[in-house]
């Protein structure tokens, strides 16, 4: 390896959504030659967790893959093979299955850490080279429900509609579900401060995390109420008088039925199924509604439910009933979890949807990229199946498979279900930067660059647009996914389309997004690198096609001697499409969209409204989108003459619906798909761990933190540990409907004592996912990852 840059490179994490700013330094007394050092970026403030700081340790690992490996008829084993030789197999694989089956026989799969780059590019290969529906990724898996619940009450999915600097300057957080303390540790920083401002944090948690402990009231419901917790709530506010009326009226519909839903959930029966007591609830309301500002912010926990959509929009009633939405300092937001988790759902690789959040149903959206990709809009498949329907359908109707940055043997639900349907394929390939327990199970196996040896982009949780760059040439042997898209394409017939200069997809990504609700076509690699950020909306301005500068290729990905890039490569074959035309919500079209689909963005699915009219950003639509002044960040420093300054705070004067009210959607609770029982009388819930990320393909490599967190457990609390007889540390057997997994007991009065916690970042024994349900939300398909029901056993001694 050698070092592109002599003096740092600024660039971001490759791990979560908070995408904290870092410097990339020579140092070659360190093992890779690079070293993360400190820089000033807003939102981590330089801060960074164990997770971002050993981040360059897996560049350099001796287990990363460095060639191409295809498993051979002879034994049966992933042997080395070339470039050629890998992507021709693949080629034929992916073919044969087409020829035998249809294209919808080939599935593929993304994942929430892809660049835009290559989420779109995954995206556009599978509608345009296979021509499959049979395309999602495990950002399903994250914060689908609640992007679905936001694009019901606002029309519009970003994660946060405002950024975390306004967390401290508000006056009360509600945070349901979210244990930022081990997952971003630097976003801490903004609840200290809130407290420190005098404002008010809840935090709703079944166990007494360390974000927990940070709260001025701690809420520990049982897994699965967070909907009647909020119900419970709503009720109260209503009860005692604390409602907005003027706000109710004038900018929101559908109270009177939201309404009613609450008040059938009165507080002792709220308290009866959550085990909230009656008086934290009451407590619970005097502290969100004393002051002017208040939040909530959702995670995992309430969304990654069968009625996650539901349960977040109950928590989105209760910030509407009480003034608080589309005001500044306040509202609701979701953490988005995954690194480009807010991006990677913008883009194309979810079943139901095009780039800039189009939905592949609306005929005017299929049009307008249909355009842009020079192809036929009758030739663009509809919605597919989501990621868990997907999995499931392997060995199936789906025969073979693509996989991108995604680890479904650790992370899906019911593993080792979804294990049995990977090796049941007729032909697997995998793009990874190691083997991974999804990688080791394929037939071709290709090695791909990692974040600090490529430029692209990524979204982060506050909705602003980032720059990843280029610090160090890849190994020898490494090529880019930009790379095997344009090569597979080639071999699968689509010559041009394709390029492997991530600079010129994002040039087509901001066309293709143009007019879109997650527009990015004023944003170009010049401005990121030069504001360091920019919040979508940010549309191109009449009369220009970005920024200054714009037009121009940047450089910032040019490197002669790049063997990830293609020379061949010929950005001519791009269509060049139009960036005003083809605005969503043509209701003329009569292109049929998919009866049989129940995805979010299905025009048959009895959600309200058209969420693609009114568009924030649009300078014509008289939404946010220009700058007041009036707030720290409002409009970012590059504001000038024909140029979109970007869009930080959403809905300060009308939301994305059709008449620009937000909607109350009236929600009630129901139990969950697994309620315990006399064979399995107790709650299992999952999450993370700070010292590992996601299903720990790259962390598990890291020394550091292998040694902070080395492997799975079970916590549970010192009541139900005497109940089955085992101490602290000792192997607890864990058995759900789905499997069984054994891990030490970890003992801690934390954790109700009806329930047990795992960790979900190993495989083997200890795979959580081998016993989580699932049951899928039917709104979002956002499987049941956070309660099902389970019985603990000792562990015979061996
Ligand atoms: Fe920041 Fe997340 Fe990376 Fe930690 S893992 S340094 S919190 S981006």
Same mark, same amino acid.
């Given at each position: 390896?050698?070092?592109?840059?002599?003096?740092?490179?600024?660039?971001?994490?490759?791990?979560?959504?908070?995408?904290?700013?870092?410097?990339?330094?020579?140092?070659?007394?360190?093992?890779?030659?690079?070293?993360?050092?400190?820089?000033?970026?807003?939102?981590?403030?330089?801060?960074?967790?164990?997770?971002?700081?050993?981040?360059?340790?897996?560049?350099?690992?001796?287990?990363?893959?460095?060639?191409?490996?295809?498993?051979?008829?002879?034994?049966?084993?992933?042997?080395?093979?070339?470039?050629?030789?890998?992507?021709?197999?693949?080629?034929?694989?992916?073919?044969?299955?087409?020829?035998?089956?249809?294209?919808?026989?080939?599935?593929?799969?993304?994942?929430?850490?892809?660049?835009?780059?290559?989420?779109?590019?995954?995206?556009?290969?599978?509608?345009?080279?296979?021509?499959?529906?049979?395309?999602?990724?495990?950002?399903?898996?994250?914060?689908?429900?609640?992007?679905?619940?936001?694009?019901?009450?606002?029309?519009?999915?970003?994660?946060?509609?405002?950024?975390?600097?306004?967390?401290?300057?508000?006056?009360?957080?509600?945070?349901?579900?979210?244990?930022?303390?081990?997952?971003?540790?630097?976003?801490?920083?903004?609840?200290?401060?809130?407290?420190?401002?005098?404002?008010?944090?809840?935090?709703?948690?079944?166990?007494?995390?360390?974000?927990?402990?940070?709260?001025?009231?701690?809420?520990?419901?049982?897994?699965?109420?967070?909907?009647?917790?909020?119900?419970?709530?709503?009720?109260?506010?209503?009860?005692?008088?604390?409602?907005?009326?003027?706000?109710?009226?004038?900018?929101?519909?559908?109270?009177?039925?939201?309404?009613?839903?609450?008040?059938?959930?009165?507080?002792?029966?709220?308290?009866?199924?959550?085990?909230?007591?009656?008086?934290?609830?009451?407590?619970?309301?005097?502290?969100?509604?004393?002051?002017?500002?208040?939040?909530?912010?959702?995670?995992?926990?309430?969304?990654?439910?069968?009625?996650?959509?539901?349960?977040?929009?109950?928590?989105?009633?209760?910030?509407?009933?009480?003034?608080?939405?589309?005001?500044?300092?306040?509202?609701?937001?979701?953490?988005?979890?995954?690194?480009?988790?807010?991006?990677?759902?913008?883009?194309?690789?979810?079943?139901?949807?095009?780039?800039?959040?189009?939905?592949?149903?609306?005929?005017?959206?299929?049009?307008?990229?249909?355009?842009?990709?020079?192809?036929?809009?009758?030739?663009?498949?509809?919605?597919?199946?989501?990621?868990?329907?997907?999995?499931?359908?392997?060995?199936?109707?789906?025969?073979?498979?693509?996989?991108?940055?995604?680890?479904?043997?650790?992370?899906?639900?019911?593993?080792?279900?979804?294990?049995?349907?990977?090796?049941?394929?007729?032909?697997?390939?995998?793009?990874?930067?190691?083997?991974?327990?999804?990688?080791?199970?394929?037939?071709?196996?290709?090695?791909?660059?990692?974040?600090?040896?490529?430029?692209?982009?990524?979204?982060?949780?506050?909705?602003?647009?980032?720059?990843?760059?280029?610090?160090?040439?890849?190994?020898?042997?490494?090529?880019?996914?930009?790379?095997?898209?344009?090569?597979?394409?080639?071999?699968?017939?689509?010559?041009?389309?394709?390029?492997?200069?991530?600079?010129?997809?994002?040039?087509?990504?901001?066309?293709?997004?143009?007019?879109?609700?997650?527009?990015?076509?004023?944003?170009?690699?010049?401005?990121?690198?030069?504001?360091?950020?920019?919040?979508?909306?940010?549309?191109?301005?009449?009369?220009?096609?970005?920024?200054?500068?714009?037009?121009?290729?940047?450089?910032?990905?040019?490197?002669?001697?790049?063997?990830?890039?293609?020379?061949?490569?010929?950005?001519?074959?791009?269509?060049?499409? /139009?960036? +005003?035309?083809? %605005? @969503? &919500? !043509?209701?003329?079209?009569? *292109?049929? #969209?998919? =009866?049989?689909?129940? $995805?979010?963005?299905?025009?048959?699915?009895?959600?309200?409204? /058209?969420? +693609?009219?009114? %568009? @924030? &950003? !649009?300078?014509?639509?008289? *939404?946010? #989108?220009? =700058?007041?002044?009036? $707030?720290?960040?409002?409009?970012?420093?590059?504001?000038?003459?024909?140029?979109?300054?970007?869009? @930080?705070?959403?809905?300060?004067?009308?939301?994305?619906?059709?008449?620009?009210?937000?909607?109350?959607?009236?929600?009630?609770?129901?139990?969950?798909?697994?309620?315990?029982?006399?064979?399995?009388?107790?709650?299992?819930?999952?999450?993370?761990?700070?010292?590992?990320?996601?299903?720990?393909?790259?962390?598990?490599?890291?020394?550091?933190?292998?040694?902070?967190?080395?492997?799975?457990?079970?916590?549970?609390?010192?009541?139900?540990?005497?109940?089955?007889?085992?101490?602290?540390?000792?192997?607890?057997?864990?058995?759900?409907?789905?499997?069984?997994?054994?891990?030490?007991?970890?003992?801690?009065?934390?954790?109700?004592?009806?329930?047990?916690?795992?960790?979900?970042?190993?495989?083997?024994?200890?795979?959580?996912?081998?016993?989580?349900?699932?049951?899928?939300?039917?709104?979002?398909?956002?499987?049941?990852?956070?309660?099902?029901?389970?019985?603990?056993?000792?562990?015979?001694?061996?």
């Amino acid at each position: 390896m050698h070092i592109t840059t002599a003096s740092p490179t600024p660039t971001h994490c490759p791990y979560c959504a908070l995408q904290c700013g870092m410097g990339l330094a020579q140092d070659p007394g360190r093992d890779g030659g690079l070293a993360v050092v400190e820089r000033a970026f807003p939102v981590n403030r330089g801060a960074l967790c164990g997770k971002g700081r050993t981040a360059t340790e897996v560049l350099s690992s001796r287990v990363r893959l460095t060639e191409p490996l295809i498993r051979t008829h002879a034994t049966g084993r992933l042997e080395p093979a070339t470039w050629e030789e890998a992507l021709d197999r693949i080629a034929e694989g992916l073919s044969r299955t087409r020829a035998e089956h249809g294209p919808d026989a080939v599935g593929v799969f993304g994942g929430g850490g892809l660049t835009n780059e290559k989420a779109y590019g995954l995206g556009k290969f599978a509608r345009v080279v296979l021509g499959t529906s049979q395309i999602d990724y495990n950002g399903r898996f994250c914060m689908s429900s609640a992007a679905a619940a936001h694009q019901r009450a606002f029309g519009l999915d970003r994660g946060l509609p405002f950024p975390l600097e306004d967390i401290p300057q508000t006056g009360c957080v509600i945070l349901v579900g979210s244990n930022l303390a081990e997952t971003m540790p630097p976003a801490l920083r903004y609840l200290t401060e809130l407290r420190e401002n005098g404002g008010t944090l809840i935090v709703v948690d079944p166990r007494r995390t360390r974000t927990a402990e940070q709260a001025d009231l701690h809420l520990a419901p049982r897994p699965g109420t967070d909907l009647a917790l909020a119900l419970g709530l709503l009720h109260l506010v209503v009860a005692e008088g604390r409602t907005d009326e003027a706000y109710i009226r004038e900018r929101t519909s559908g109270w009177a039925q939201a309404r009613a839903g609450a008040m059938a959930h009165w507080p002792e029966l709220v308290e009866r199924i959550t085990g909230v007591s009656v008086p934290e609830l009451r407590e619970a309301v005097r502290l969100f509604c004393a002051p002017e500002n208040a939040m909530v912010l959702t995670a995992r926990g309430p969304e990654q439910q069968s009625k996650g959509t539901d349960t977040v929009g109950a928590w989105i009633n209760l910030v509407l009933a009480t003034g608080r939405a589309g005001r500044p300092l306040s509202g609701y937001g979701c953490l988005t979890g995954q690194g480009n988790g807010q991006g990677g759902r913008e883009h194309g690789q979810k079943a139901d949807q095009l780039p800039g959040y189009r939905k592949l149903t609306d005929p005017a959206a299929r049009a307008h990229v249909a355009e842009v990709w020079g192809v036929d809009p009758e030739s663009l498949p509809g919605p597919g199946r989501s990621a868990y329907e997907l999995l499931d359908a392997l060995g199936g109707d789906v025969r073979s498979l693509l996989l991108m940055g995604s680890n479904p043997v650790v992370s899906a639900p019911r593993a080792a279900h979804v294990e049995g349907r990977l090796r049941s394929l007729d032909f697997l390939a995998v793009a990874d930067v190691v083997l991974s327990e999804t990688a080791a199970l394929a037939d071709v196996v290709l090695p791909v660059t990692q974040w600090a040896e490529e430029t692209g982009t990524t979204t982060n949780l506050e909705g602003r647009v980032l720059l990843r760059r280029r610090a160090i040439t890849p190994p020898d042997g490494v090529r880019t996914d930009l790379f095997v898209l344009h090569e597979l394409a080639a071999r699968l017939g689509v010559e041009k389309g394709f390029p492997t200069d991530p600079e010129e997809v994002f040039e087509e990504l901001r066309r293709a997004s143009a007019g879109g609700p997650a527009d990015y076509s004023g944003i170009t690699y010049r401005r990121l690198a030069e504001e360091d950020g920019v919040f979508w909306p940010c549309p191109a301005q009449a009369g220009t096609d970005g920024a200054s500068g714009d037009g121009e290729d940047s450089g910032l990905d040019a490197t002669p001697d790049d063997p990830a890039s293609d020379p061949a490569d010929d950005p001519e074959g791009v269509p060049a499409g /139009d960036p +005003t035309s083809g %605005l @969503p &919500g !043509d209701p003329t079209s009569e *292109l049929p #969209g998919d =009866p049989t689909s129940e $995805l979010p963005g299905d025009p048959t699915s009895g959600l309200p409204g /058209d969420p +693609t009219s009114g %568009l @924030p &950003g !649009d300078p014509a639509s008289g *939404l946010p #989108g220009e =700058p007041s002044g009036e $707030l720290p960040g409002e409009g970012g420093e590059f504001v000038s003459a024909g140029v979109h300054p970007g869009t @930080p705070r959403l809905f300060l004067d009308r939301f994305a619906t059709e008449d620009g009210r937000a909607r109350f959607v009236p929600v009630t609770h129901r139990a969950a798909a697994e309620e315990p029982d006399a064979e399995f009388p107790v709650l299992l819930t999952t999450g993370r761990v700070v010292a590992q990320y996601q299903s720990g393909a790259q962390t598990r490599r890291v020394a550091e933190l292998n040694a902070a967190a080395p492997g799975p457990f079970v916590e549970l609390h010192p009541q139900l540990a005497a109940r089955i007889g085992v101490a602290d540390g000792e192997d607890v057997t864990v058995v759900s409907r789905r499997g069984t997994a054994v891990a030490p007991a970890k003992v801690t009065r934390t954790i109700r004592p009806d329930t047990v916690f795992m960790p979900f970042h190993w495989a083997g024994e200890g795979r959580a996912n081998t016993l989580t349900h699932p049951a899928l939300d039917p709104v979002s398909r956002m499987p049941e990852f956070k309660v099902c029901a389970v019985r603990l056993e000792r562990t015979a001694s061996a």
